[in-house]
């Protein structure tokens, strides 16, 4: 089968075409027929080579959600499912081929095509889940930071839900009007300088920028570290925190690993057809096939992508 691999750790121009043996389903798995590939910002770190402590390697596949039809099943899985369309976590890589093996998968309701479920599939249980990590409640106010990404849009879309205010930082005044019709009251700048407080700030960029954030927290103010787009934070940022102790404030990290399937399965099955019924709206930036995997990273690193790119084997 055709797949794409990181032949080589740093720009796109490290990821080819391979020709690779189809995957087979071990027990509790299925086999997936991959129509549609979701292309996250988490694939450009894995690119890049910068998270070497989890377990990335070169000649790794990446990728991992794929939606498509089941056409295997692994011992201990339902013969049922064969035939139907699913959504599907690979895990650590797996999902830029024709073929991919998943032990997490979400059967897609009538009306949601594989193009939009991975849009939504991973991006939207870890908004979800973050909001809850940080005690979100109704009514408070929100910032998230990095917001036309993936998880960004589906954070602001959730949050709006609350009619709260929902500030949003962002490079690009046209993103920032995407990103008001999908529920932010207010537009900033990626130094989001102008603002004043929050009670929770979710922040998918930390980077160097990190600490004036957490002077942004109000009294009781939880900032939730989500994503690394803009590299790590000073290692003495936690100073901030106990500069201000008075204040309460707290920092958290958040990773979707920590969240059982269970519980992601649950808010995919409440998501899947809230999306069908238009309360959430997928947001695909652009269709390329599998082929172009580099031409799709070169345009997210150029940062031109509102949302998700996704690739098509054809
Ligand atoms: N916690 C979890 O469970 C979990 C799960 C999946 C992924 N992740 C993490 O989430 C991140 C990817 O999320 P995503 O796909 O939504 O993000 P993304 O599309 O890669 O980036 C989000 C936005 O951040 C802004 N940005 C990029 N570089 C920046 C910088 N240096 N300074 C300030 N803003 C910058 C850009 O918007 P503008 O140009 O408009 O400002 C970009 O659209 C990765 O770090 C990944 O590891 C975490």
Same mark, same amino acid.
């Given at each position: 089968?055709?797949?794409?691999?990181? &032949?080589?750790?740093?720009?796109?121009?490290? $990821?080819?075409?391979? #020709?690779?043996?189809?995957?087979?389903?071990?027990?509790? &798995?299925?086999?997936?027929?991959?129509?549609?590939?979701?292309?996250?910002? *988490?694939?450009?770190v894995v690119r890049r080579g910068t998270l070497g402590s989890y377990g990335f390697r070169e000649g790794l596949v990446p990728g991992s959600?794929?939606?498509?039809?089941?056409?295997?099943?692994?011992?201990? *899985? #339902?013969?049922?499912?064969?035939?139907?369309?699913?959504?599907? @976590? %690979?895990?650590v890589g797996g999902a830029y081929a024709e073929y991919a093996v998943a032990d997490a998968f979400t059967a897609?309701?009538?009306?949601? /095509?594989?193009?939009?479920?991975?849009?939504?599939?991973?991006?939207?249980?870890?908004a979800h889940f973050a909001l809850?990590?940080?005690? @979100?409640?109704?009514?408070?106010?929100?910032?998230?930071?990095?917001?036309?990404?993936?998880?960004?849009?589906?954070?602001?879309?959730?949050?709006?839900?609350?009619?709260?205010?929902?500030?949003?930082?962002? /490079?690009?005044?046209?993103?920032?009007?995407?990103?008001?019709e999908l529920g932010a009251t207010e537009v900033l700048d990626r130094s989001a300088a102008a603002a004043d407080e929050f009670d929770v700030i979710l922040d998918i960029v930390a980077g160097p920028g990190l600490p004036s954030f957490l002077d942004k927290l109000a009294d009781n103010g939880r900032l939730v570290a989500v994503g690394v787009v803009g590299g790590y934070p000073p290692e003495d940022f936690g100073m901030r925190l106990l500069a201000s102790f008075q204040r309460s404030r707290s920092f958290a990290t958040f990773s979707l690993n920590t969240v059982p399937e269970s519980a992601r399965h649950t *808010?995919?099955?409440? &998501?899947?057809?809230?999306?069908? !019924?238009?309360? $959430? !709206?997928?947001?695909?930036?652009?269709?390329?096939?599998? %082929?172009?995997?580099?031409?799709?990273?070169?345009?997210? #690193?150029?940062?031109?992508?509102?949302?998700? @790119?996704?690739?098509t084997p054809q």
């Open positions: 089968m055709r797949a794409v691999s990181i &032949q080589k750790f740093g720009d796109p121009s490290g $990821l080819a075409v391979i #020709d690779a043996p189809e995957p087979k389903p071990a027990a509790g &798995q299925v086999l997936v027929e991959v129509e549609a590939i979701g292309v996250g910002g *988490v694939d450009a959600e794929v939606a498509g039809r089941v056409v295997a099943v692994g011992e201990g *899985v #339902d013969a049922a499912w064969i035939g139907r369309v699913v959504w599907a @976590f %690979t895990g897609l309701p009538e009306g949601l /095509s594989p193009v939009d479920a991975v849009t939504l599939g991973g991006a939207g249980p870890v809850a990590h940080g005690h @979100f409640a109704p009514g408070e106010s929100l910032l998230v930071r990095g917001a036309a990404g993936s998880l960004g849009i589906m954070a602001v879309q959730l949050a709006a839900a609350t009619a709260g205010r929902i500030a949003v930082t962002t /490079s690009s005044p046209a993103r920032g009007e995407r990103l008001r *808010v995919r099955e409440a &998501q899947f057809p809230a999306a069908v !019924r238009g309360e $959430l !709206r997928p947001v695909v930036h652009g269709i390329l096939p599998l %082929t172009k995997a580099a031409e799709a990273h070169r345009r997210m #690193d150029e940062g031109e992508v509102f949302g998700r @790119f996704v690739l």
